[in-house]
């Protein structure tokens, strides 16, 4: 699995929601709404979710090893800080 494209949506108000990202991975699937989000230990993602009948919010789409997870966080996270750099319009 190869993460051919990253879109990053960053969030200019107050709060620990940094942006919103789209990836694509080999150039044939898209995963939108994926959140990074500042937590107590830095940043970090939430892959997309929504909210059940119970309350409870559930990801609709997720990696389902540590590896693969780390994989799309890093380069997530990469993509933001680059989109940090780059000048507002």
């Not at 959140?35 to 789409?61: C, H, N, Q, W």
């Not at 590896?67 to 000048?87: D, F």
């Amino acid at each position: 699995m190869k993460i051919t494209d990253v879109r990053v949506r960053k969030i200019a108000k107050e709060g620990k929601m940094k942006a919103i990202v789209s990836i694509t991975i080999d150039d044939e699937f898209v995963v939108h709404d994926i959140k990074v989000i500042e937590g107590d230990k830095g940043l970090f993602i939430a892959m997309p979710s929504k909210k059940a009948t119970d309350g409870e919010y559930r990801d609709i789409a997720h990696p389902i090893s540590q590896s693969t997870r780390e994989n799309i966080q890093g380069t997530i996270l990469e993509a933001y800080n680059r989109a940090l750099e780059e000048p507002v319009i």
